[in-house]
């Protein structure tokens, strides 16, 4: 086959793994799997294919070995990002310590947790807030018509 074939080939497969969010493992085997067919129906020189297999392995031998792949990699990537973000203002560490992405991370993920949204106990509201509902806020909407705020006055004010 051609080299381009190969390169479309292996392209794609590299995408379609990505789509699937594999696991270290599923690409290890997938691409010796790839290397392995380059191999044998390819016209790919002696020391070409040996260069792809060296590079292959020890790619393979880092990604698979948490601790070097931590001293390698990891590490100087975290450094170097940790160089290069601006530095956090107050305000900005006072957003990120007020809480979490809870329920809402799930969601945007495209693979919610339903039945963990459903052991969400509903909250209640204190004595304090229903006497204020219940008290002058309800004075309010009885006092108020919105019907001739909205469509006979247009909301405009005098």
């Not at 290890?28 to 191999?39: D, E, P, V």
């Not at 969400?120 to 229903?130: F, G, I």
């Amino acid at each position: 086959m051609s080299a381009w074939i190969w390169a479309v080939a292996g392209t794609g497969l590299v995408w379609a793994l990505a789509y699937r969010e594999s696991g270290r493992w599923t690409w290890t085997l997938c691409l010796g799997g790839f290397l392995l067919l380059a191999s044998f129906l390819s016209a790919i020189g002696l020391w070409k294919l040996t260069a792809l297999w060296t590079v292959s392995i020890g790619a393979c031998v880092v990604v698979l070995l948490p601790k070097l792949r931590r001293s390698l990699i990891s590490d100087p990537l975290f450094h170097w990002f940790k160089r290069a973000m601006p530095q956090v203002s107050q305000t900005e560490q006072e957003a990120l310590n007020a809480g979490t992405v809870w329920w809402d991370a799930d969601l945007f993920s495209g693979r919610p947790d339903w039945r963990k949204l459903l052991k969400v106990q509903r909250p209640a509201l204190s004595a304090e807030e229903r006497a204020f509902l219940d008290g002058p806020v309800e004075t309010l909407c009885r006092m108020t018509d919105d019907w001739e705020a909205s469509y006979e006055l247009n909301d405009q004010r005098p």
